[in-house]
């Protein structure tokens, strides 16, 4: 996983943002995202979503 996978979710979420006509959702299994190695993703969807 690069760089946490962050830099894939922040592609995906500034083109929803950006680009009215996409309305597009991720889903996440909660227990996926207590594993350590998606702490970088989390931590990224925390600062800008907040906590």
Same mark, same amino acid.
């Given at each position: 996983?690069?760089?946490?996978? /962050? =830099?894939?979710?922040?592609? *995906?979420?500034?083109?929803? &943002?950006?680009? =009215?006509? %996409?309305?597009?959702? %991720?889903?996440?299994?909660? &227990?996926?995202?207590?594993? =350590? *190695?998606? *702490? *970088?993703? /989390?931590?990224?969807?925390?600062?800008?979503?907040?906590?």
């Amino acid at each position: 996983m690069i760089n946490g996978g /962050v =830099p894939e979710l922040k592609k *995906q979420l500034d083109l929803n &943002d950006a680009v =009215p006509e %996409i309305s597009g959702t %991720i889903l996440f299994r909660e &227990d996926y995202l207590n594993k =350590p *190695q998606t *702490q *970088q993703a /989390v931590s990224y969807l925390q600062s800008r979503w907040g906590s």
